[in-house]
């Protein structure tokens, strides 16, 4: 059955506010300075912990909550370097929030953080390119990314900037 763009938004909004119900940030999130200059406008950033996170956060095969793309910094180890990904989904997204001027997003890295599974995150091109010059699987970093939507593996975050 196809629902038109209208219902699709009204579900999009019912899950987000079910998920936000559900699955609240965990009480140590402080929002501090601004982050790396990214393509996305924002105008806080908030520390988050991926341990306490991504379980809350995981949604049923097949649903997804969609909510106003926000900053975050983060803390987790690279497991794997970028690799090639599509982004469809991900534009799609970020066009229905308004965001004129997305991020160029190619390529995923993967990120051990300490729970069950490693998870996924987008990662911007420009970013892509420093972790081939600048970093090392397997080491310790602070990620600033874009927290876009949840699905069922957790989180759907850009990464558009990491340091030591």
Avoid at 63 to 86: D, G, W, Y
Avoid at 144 to 160: C, E, H, S
Wanted: hydrophobic letters at 45%.
């Amino acid at each position: 059955m196809k629902y038109s763009l209208l219902h699709s938004t009204a579900l999009a909004a019912l899950i987000l506010a079910l998920a936000l119900l559900a699955a609240p940030l965990p009480a140590a999130a402080q929002t501090t300075a601004a982050a790396p200059e990214t393509s996305v406008a924002s105008v806080a950033l908030q520390d988050i912990n991926l341990k306490e996170l991504v379980p809350k956060t995981r949604m049923p095969d097949g649903q997804r909550a969609i909510f106003e793309p926000k900053s975050v910094r983060f803390t987790a180890q690279l497991a794997q370097m970028p690799t090639p990904q599509k982004a469809d989904y991900l534009y799609k997204v970020m066009g229905m929030m308004g965001i004129n001027n997305p991020p160029a997003v190619s390529r995923h890295i993967v990120l051990e953080y300490g729970g069950d599974k490693a998870l996924m995150a987008y990662v911007e091109d420009q970013a892509a390119a420093r972790f081939a010059k600048e970093a090392k699987t397997g080491e310790q970093y602070v990620f600033y990314a874009i927290y876009v939507y949840n699905n069922r593996y957790g989180p759907a975050l850009v990464v558009t900037s990491f340091s030591k």
